[in-house]
């Protein structure tokens, strides 16, 4: 699960000209409303760029990030050592260091598709865990629209086209770096080596089962690199 270890650049710049990932951020903290005084997780934080988006925001806030990756934690932990609101820690998508019914809302962000598919189930339920009643999950990720074995050809031709395209709009817009990531991330993804795109509605299912509900997709434009937000309450 420590997918990031190894990465040595700098994490918030490989993103910072993407437009569709900045502006997936922003749809994201739109849709969480006012969250001073209440508690907000960021399952799979990284080096903390939504983190650092809320806490400006929200001062008010308790602010948790958790992530697998230990390079990634104590970036984290450095960039946010003068916020006493703000707490970094190891964890999993399927082990989160958190009580029961205790967030207010659980915000991930192009990070759940890391999870194995025979984990999903249990993903599902530690994040229904940890919100409290009512409690609000926001989950952005690129999604698949055909699911099926490795080598079925529908299935890698909508891979191929959704990350080709990205690629294509990442360096009309000068994000060169983001561009070579998701080229060269073409084959795990087709493989399944370490990364696990899937449907919104399988995602949704496992959700639903683990007692979720009042599902919403939103789109982040443009729509054809199923780039989507999906909303859940507990």
Avoid at 55 to 61: E, K, N, S, T, V
Avoid at 78 to 85: A, G, P, T, V, Y
Avoid at 135 to 143: A, N, Q, R, S
Avoid at 203 to 226: K, M, Y
Wanted: net charge negative; proline share 5%; charged share 25%.
């Amino acid at each position: 699960m420590g997918y990031w270890d190894d990465y040595m650049g700098d994490y918030d710049t490989l993103f910072a000209r993407d437009p569709m990932y900045s502006d997936a951020m922003r749809i994201m903290i739109e849709l969480m409303g006012d969250v001073n005084r209440k508690r907000v997780l960021d399952l799979g934080c990284g080096s903390g760029t939504l983190i650092a988006r809320i806490a400006g925001l929200y001062p008010d806030a308790e602010i948790y990030g958790v992530d697998p990756s230990e390079v990634m934690v104590q970036r984290s932990i450095k960039r946010f050592r003068e916020r006493s609101n703000v707490h970094i820690s190891i964890g999993t998508a399927v082990q989160i260091p958190m009580p029961d019914d205790y967030i207010h809302c659980l915000m991930s962000n192009l990070a759940l598709h890391h999870v194995h598919p025979a984990e999903r189930d249990a993903c599902a339920a530690e994040i229904a865990r940890v919100l409290k009643p009512g409690g609000h999950l926001i989950y952005t990720d690129m999604f698949c629209d055909v699911i099926g074995p490795i080598d079925d050809p529908e299935r890698c031709k909508d891979i191929i086209q959704k990350m080709v395209g990205k690629s294509l709009y990442d360096l009309e817009h000068g994000a060169f770096e983001t561009m070579l990531l998701h080229i060269g991330d073409i084959p795990a993804v087709i493989r399944e080596e370490g990364e696990y795109f899937t449907t919104d509605v399988v995602w949704s299912e496992h959700l639903d089962r683990a007692g979720l509900g009042r599902f919403e997709v939103i789109a982040v434009p443009p729509q054809d690199f199923g780039y989507r937000i999906l909303t859940a309450y507990k």
